[in-house]
């Protein structure tokens, strides 16, 4: 190969070094700073193919979208003592390049930054106000007052805040433990006036219904026995009116029930007198046309 063809080769490859070190793309998402020796001299905002002194200047790439800023829960202590583990997220836009670039230079610097602006301002905000008042239609005025205490903030690094919410706030661990043992303690103390009362009132409906039993059972025994004397009275009348129509036989019908009483055991022994009225029917009989 000869030395020309050499000498072009250099050429050629220097020249390409050259424009490649020269020219740089912005793209439709980016917006570009020209940084020489460090310092800003140039704002690129266009996309597009662009220019710079290659070797002296080099170029800074930052995001024009909308970006995410989800920082871990941190814990707050309300007004009144109250302490919340808050869960919030932030959306924000790089809207001034230069001032970002001098304040906070690479943009995980700058959510780093933004963390301690959202965590400051959620504390600051919930500080004064009570755990009734954040539950209450107070909470939209609250999240307005922390997102305007973010944006304000955040202007001084270049950063325009487009929302600030908090997904969740959540009593800590140890003191949703301590309301669920003091929940459950109440719930049982609750069952147990229940069931006391329940066994007041069980006691109650008892001694009232043996209190109607027996009074039931007294009244059915009085007119059971008033029934009973009735019926005894009838059939002492029945009774009377038929030992009236024939007094002779009424006699004789008892001597044999005293009969059969009397002589109706196997085993029973009996001395009397053959004159003994108790044999009076033995020894004279019924007079004829005596009812029998």
């Known amino acids: 190969m000869s030395k020309l063809k050499v000498f072009l080769i250099s050429i050629i490859v220097i020249a390409a070094f050259v424009l490649a070190n020269t020219l740089y793309v912005v793209n439709q998402a980016e917006q570009a700073i020209v940084l020489q020796f460090g310092e800003p001299v140039r704002l690129v905002k266009d996309p597009g193919l662009k220019m710079k002194v290659p070797f002296i200047q080099n170029v800074v790439f930052y995001d024009t979208r909308l970006l995410d800023l989800d920082p871990p829960a941190q814990e707050v202590v309300l007004n009144d003592k109250k302490r919340l583990d808050v869960d919030s997220f932030t959306r924000y836009r790089i809207v001034d390049p230069l001032k970002f670039y001098q304040t906070v230079r690479y943009e995980f610097q700058a959510e780093s930054k933004l963390k301690e602006i959202v965590n400051s301002s959620v504390r600051k905000i919930l500080g004064r106000i009570t755990l009734q008042e954040l539950l209450s239609k107070q909470r939209t005025q609250i999240m307005k007052d922390i997102s305007d205490a973010v944006k304000k903030d955040a202007q001084q690094i270049g950063v325009s805040v487009a929302d600030v919410r908090i997904r969740r706030a959540d009593l800590p661990i140890e003191v949703l433990q301590a309301i669920n043992a003091r929940m459950k303690t109440e719930r049982e103390r609750d069952a147990k006036e229940f069931r006391a009362e329940g066994q007041q009132q069980a006691q109650q409906i008892r001694a009232t219904a043996d209190k109607e039993s027996t ?72 007079e004829q046309g005596k009812t029998r």
């Open 215 to 286: 009074i039931i059972k007294a009244e059915a025994n009085k007119k059971a026995q008033i029934i009973r004397g009735e019926g005894d009275q009838q059939a002492i009348d029945i009774w009377n009116n038929a030992v009236g129509q024939d007094v002779e036989f009424y006699g004789f019908y008892r001597s044999l029930e005293a009969y059969r009483n009397a002589l109706g055991q196997g085993d029973a022994s009996m001395i009397l007198s053959p004159e003994s009225a108790f044999f009076e029917y033995f020894s004279a009989p019924l």
